[in-house]
């Protein structure tokens, strides 16, 4: 059995343990961790922008389904989103998670004899459909 030392004694084992890493093992690090980003960044940028549009989805399904029971109970479309709001068929006009705005295309009925609003897009989508910004 080894008796206890007082005092510090500094052996050639316990100085490598002391000195910490060298150059090329924090660089063998940095390099996997950027191999793995190259892998996950995109990866979560794609599952961020299909979790918008599923959320986009749902929102138009929300204000059509909205649009149906306003035209089913008064017997006409609305003239205005905000009358779903006002008329509480919707707490809120919702935002569309793409644009992050409250810009929804409007398409009028397509039988002249009514009016008001039928059914409604994403602004997104009308721009995807006109690259040229026509």
Partial sequence: MRAPTRGFRTTAASLRRMRGFTLVELMVVMVLIALLLTLAVPRYFGAVDRGKVSVQRENIAAIRDAIDKFYGDQGKYPDALQDLV??????????????????????????????????????AAQAEEKPDGQ
Avoid: C, F, M, N
């Fill in 86 to 123: 006002e008329k509480r068929y919707l707490r809120e006009i919702p935002v569309d998670p793409v644009t992050d705005k409250r810009d929804w295309v409007t398409v009028a009925p397509a039988d002249t004899s009514l009016t008001g609003i039928y059914d409604i897009q994403s602004k």
